[in-house]
């Protein structure tokens, strides 16, 4: 079983929609980023959280560190939001904080 | 200010030989971190260097190694290439290290052949 695990996996949606990305993870952490992959494109660092919520325009994150749970809420979804979201956790250990540890990205559509 | 450089863009080369790949950071970030992403395994830690140190460390073969320099540019090196070591390498750079927010290069689309 992956340590971090996104749902769901693909999505396609009409253009308004409210969208839910979700991801768990099973180890301590640090903290935790979300991050968006456009086809072809590079990577863009959309929040790092370590708690309670974060808001940048329409994208809204939320992490529960005791149920080991976040989520990824896009309001008035847009064709151009269509991307690859990956989830990523910076695990912490007794010795330290050990590098980032990712989940498989969940592929989102928008349709116009 | 410039973003996060990564050179080459592109590279092709056969099994057996070795490969160095270069990072820029944006100015002022002190850490540097690599990553392997390809279609079968997704994005994969493979380093963080920060103030030329290794801080941290994923789970590859000694073939990959890294360094980081005194102006913080860092460079990874791959020895022995193999097919499977085909893939998109990225770093990223960052104020302090992992746990805050990482801004990442374009990559550089290794080829073996």
């Known amino acids: 079983k992956n340590e971090v695990e996104q749902s769901p996996q693909n999505l396609t949606a009409q253009e308004g929609e409210f969208i839910t990305i979700n991801c768990s993870y099973s180890?301590?952490?640090?903290?935790l980023h979300w991050l968006q992959q456009h086809p072809g494109g590079g990577i863009v660092s959309l929040f790092m959280?370590?708690?309670g919520k974060k808001k940048h325009g329409r994208l809204i994150a939320t992490i529960n560190i005791q149920e080991k749970h976040s989520s990824l809420h896009i309001t008035a979804s847009h064709p151009r939001d269509s991307a690859v979201y990956i989830c990523?956790?910076?695990?912490?250990?007794?010795?330290?904080?050990?590098?980032?540890?990712f989940g498989k990205g969940t592929h989102l559509i928008i349709q116009p | 200010k410039a973003g996060v450089t990564q050179t080459p863009r592109y590279l092709i080369k056969t099994r057996g030989q070795q490969v160095t790949l270069s990072c820029s950071p944006i100015?002022?970030?002190?850490?540097v971190s690599w990553y392997q992403q390809t279609p079968g395994q997704g994005l994969q830690f493979l380093f963080e260097?920060?103030?030329?140190?290794?801080?941290n460390k994923g789970n590859f073969p000694g073939r990959f190694s890294g360094r980081q320099f005194s102006n913080s540019r860092s460079e990874m090196n791959v020895s022995t290439l193999e097919l499977g070591d085909s893939a998109l390498y990225l770093c990223?750079?960052?104020?302090?290290?992992?746990?805050?927010?990482?801004?990442f290069g374009s990559g550089t689309q290794l080829s073996v052949l």
């Open positions: 180890v301590g952490i640090s903290a």
């Open positions: 959280l370590s708690s």
């Open positions: 990523a956790v910076r695990r912490s250990s007794g010795g330290g904080a050990d590098g980032l540890t």
């Open positions: 100015s002022g970030h002190r850490s």
């Open positions: 260097y920060f103030s030329e140190t290794q801080r």
């Open positions: 990223a750079s960052s104020s302090r290290g992992l746990g805050e927010k990482l801004f």
